[in-house]
């Protein structure tokens, strides 16, 4: 257990000196991707009501953390067997999960401050109260690992071409075709039912319930469904690494 700590407390401290001279710009690429969701989104919809301002408010921040897992997460790790960085790191003695959580630490820790912002930016945008909860923090914690996992999976298993291009295709289906900047109910009953296996709204909603105290299901299923996909991806990420290694 002790060693397990140490080395992922190295592979973090790797992790930014590494991207240390890029680490204020991946700060500010995050920030605009969140002042762009709010004020892009409402320029798409001119007269937003308060329904509707607090899912732009709360969908921000969930789609954020959920793009880091389902689209940077799969593309640094691509990269990394690109350039042997993913060889080197499994040849080390070290626990094979280790690598997958200095990664995702590394990028909440990017992440955290923009999502704050565009939190804020979108109350003062669409004039809404929050009632935050204390959950917020483990629903934050939570959403990032089971996204995380589940495209550190995915990318451990793909063809690096293939783990680019699918990534590339889920930021297109969470952007326009994912109930986290609107209801569930908005979308087709055959795309609600797909979502209702998927963690995708559960994730949202444990976000959204965690700002606002509304949820769209019982928070026990919210929570139940997302770590029971959080767990499955870190089983295949964990496989995937110690075949590889």
Known sequence: MKGGLRSYGLLFRWNLLRQRRLLAWLLVLQLALGVGVIYGFAFLIP???ASTA??????????TLILLGFSVVPQELAQARISGRYTYVSALPIPRIAPMLADVSFWVLVLVPGAAVTLLLAMLRFHIHLEISVLIVPAVVLVALTAASVGYAMAALLPPPMTGQLSSFLSIVLLLFSPI???????PNWLQDIHRVLPISYMADIIRGSLTGIYGVSRPLAFAVVAAWSVAGLALSSRAAARRG
């Open 47 to 49: 007269h937003v009501t």
């Open 181 to 187: 900047n609107f209801p569930l109910s908005r979308l």
């Open 54 to 63: 607090l899912y732009f408010a709360t969908g921000a921040p969930s789609l």
